[in-house]
């Protein structure tokens, strides 16, 4: 059923969104990549994808800060692919202080990528889908979109608001075959977090594994992180016939964290 369709996955040159495009791609789906690369080495990877999977791919390093470049993004993705079918909103950034002296350079910065980007990319996708009667909304949010933590701010006004825009689009789009789902990861092994647990091995004169484990289990019962392709395999699900009646849907994968 999703062989020959086409997913549009922002981030997707690392991290969540690159295993993501590889588990989409193992179905025969067809691949828009887009991150912070340049447009030669977006090129190259989008090549790779496209004879290592037999599928038809574009790259397009957008800057999701700029509504204007959103709308070129996706119109030179729906020219040249035909059709967006799958749309991934997993691009993100991260900064982590005090509510008392965070900058508001990092506020602005994180909720334009985080959440209003999202927002310009499915407004601009949900006509095609519409047209079809068919398409798959995955926002990947966070635990943090579900519950808090000190010296997150920015990230959890962004994802807490991320799951309010998928209940609104599920609604909107309930009789149309389309569904909207938000994912609620809890740590995934993604070079987002490097700094975060960089700055408790110097605190704390921990080495990188030992520090890594005191930040997981200091929120989360399961004492792991999460593979981002864990991830990419519940996205297939959810764009699957099976899922259908999955929408509107906050969805933990969080280890327990939400669970105590």
């Known amino acids: 059923m999703l062989k020959g369709k086409t997913a549009l996955i922002t981030g997707s040159t690392s991290g969540i969104g690159l295993a993501t495009a590889h588990v989409l791609a193992e179905q025969g789906i067809n691949l828009v990549l887009h991150g912070l690369m340049t447009e030669e080495n977006g090129i190259n990877l989008a090549n790779e994808f496209a004879t290592k999977y037999k599928i038809k791919t574009l790259f397009d390093n957008a800057n999701l800060m700029e509504s204007d ?8 993705a729906l020219k040249v692919m035909g059709t967006i079918d799958i749309l991934v909103n997993n691009a ?11 900058p508001e350079s990092k506020w602005n910065a994180i ?3 985080n959440l209003t980007a999202a927002f310009h990319t499915i407004q601009k996708s949900l006509p095609g889908m519409r047209k079809n009667k068919w398409g798959r909304i995955i926002n990947i949010a966070s635990v943090h979109g ?3 933590s000190k010296n997150k701010a920015a990230y959890c006004a962004a994802k807490h608001g ?15 075959g389309i569904t909207a789902n938000a994912i609620c990861p809890g740590w995934v092994d993604t070079p987002l977090i490097n700094d975060q647990i960089s700055a408790i091995a110097n605190n704390d004169g921990l080495d990188f594994e030992q520090a890594k484990y005191n ?10 992180m999460m593979d981002p392709r864990q991830i990419g395999e519940f996205i297939l699900f959810l764009c699957t016939d099976s899922a259908r009646s999955i929408t509107g849907s906050s969805l933990p994968m969080d280890g327990a964290w939400t669970a105590q």
């Open 146 to 148: 579900l519950v808090a």
């Open 69 to 76: 470049a959103i709308g070129k993004f996706i119109n030179r």
């Open 215 to 224: 930040l997981v289990t200091a929120k989360q019962p399961l004492p792991e």
């Open 162 to 176: 991320i799951i309010g825009l998928t209940k609104v689009v599920a609604l909107e789009c309930a009789e149309l």
């Open 111 to 113: 909720l334009t990528i």
């Open 92 to 102: 993100g950034i991260q900064h982590t202080e005090g509510v008392d002296t965070f």
